[in-house]
T-cell receptor, first 114, second 113 residues
């Protein structure tokens, strides 16, 4: 069990650029979640997948955000036309489809939009 | 919608002593789970302990235990024999039928030598 991994760990970009983050869940975990955490706050839910299907999206996920999970394995989160307000830590988590559904988190990708 | 409230932004405790972190929540669901996560300065979120709402017995995990009061919608975390490595942000979270977690704003715990 290598845990949830995320790449890159840090990303600095200029306003208006597109960025893409990757998350590799724990193997055999069929659920994958994306959260956003700003300084001094708890993580906020963005979206989640069961296998390759995206089942729920938060209102926080504007049209500039898109997430995919092809083949139900890794997931990507893309932000188009980044804004300074997008600066945050983006956390990925995964879980097994069992009744306890405990989510295990990756180290996160810190995005800074200049 | 679920809400989670942590009313203590910061707390400190002396090494080897006991500290209790508070959490209250609001939910319309009957079946749900509650979690405490720890986020050390390196920022990797780590599960500390979880509680199934249908279980009356309070969960324990080594030095960590919870006081779950379902009627009062209270879920506090007790850390016994505090260690320097316990210094971190602690988040209380609610998980329901829609699987997403709702987090509180966190409590920054500092363990002093």
């Amino acid at each position: 069990d290598t845990g949830v991994s995320q790449n890159p760990r840090h990303k600095i970009t200029k306003r208006g650029q597109n960025v893409t983050f990757r998350c590799d869940p724990i193997s055999e975990h069929n659920r994958l979640y994306w959260y956003r955490q700003t300084l001094g706050q708890g993580p906020e839910f963005l979206t989640y997948f069961q296998n390759e299907a995206q089942l729920e999206k938060s209102r926080l996920l504007s049209d500039r955000f898109s997430a995919e999970r092809p083949k139900g394995s890794f997931s990507t989160l893309e932000i188009q036309r980044t804004e300074q307000g997008d600066s945050a830590m983006y956390l990925c988590a995964s879980s097994l489809d069992r009744d306890t559904d405990t989510q295990y988190f990756g180290p996160g990708t810190r995005l800074t939009v200049l | 919608a679920q809400t989670v409230t942590q009313s203590q932004p910061e707390m400190s405790v002396q090494e080897a002593e006991t500290v209790t972190l508070s959490c209250t929540y609001d939910t319309s669901e009957n079946n749900y789970y509650l979690f405490w996560y720890k986020q050390p300065p390196s920022r990797q979120m780590i599960l500390v302990i979880r509680q199934e709402a249908y279980k009356q017995q309070n969960a324990t995990e080594n030095r960590f235990s919870v006081n779950f009061q379902k009627a009062a919608k209270s879920f506090s975390l007790k850390i016994s024999d505090s260690q320097l490595g316990d210094t971190a942000m602690y988040f209380c979270a609610h998980g329901g039928s829609n699987y997403k977690l709702t987090f509180g704003k966190g409590t920054l715990l500092t363990v002093n030598p």
